[in-house]
């Protein structure tokens, strides 16, 4: 997928919303299905749904690259809060620094 940051945020913050404040591009069910894994899994159609304190709950993450860039998203749908972390570079040096900064934001705003 390619779109602007600022277009990355709205779509983080339409899966925090799960279709429940009058956009109905899906129905609350889908997203219901969308961010459910199936049962003894953790990964649900594109995201991972993880157990985490500071969301209340469960956390959900989707990362990738497209070999020249790197994101990752973590989003706490109990807590309206979502981050998103992006650099112009690849490989695991960025993946460990999108994580970190993910990360100090999450605390900061979250507490961890």
Known sequence: MHCSLDDLARYTMLHLRRGTNGVRLLQPETFRKLHTPPAGGDYACGWFSLPRGWAHGKALTHNGSNT???????????????VVVATNIAGPEAEKACDEAASAMIGKWLGN
């Open 68 to 82: 020249m860039w790197y994101t990752v998203m973590w989003l706490a749908p109990e807590r309206e809060f979502s």
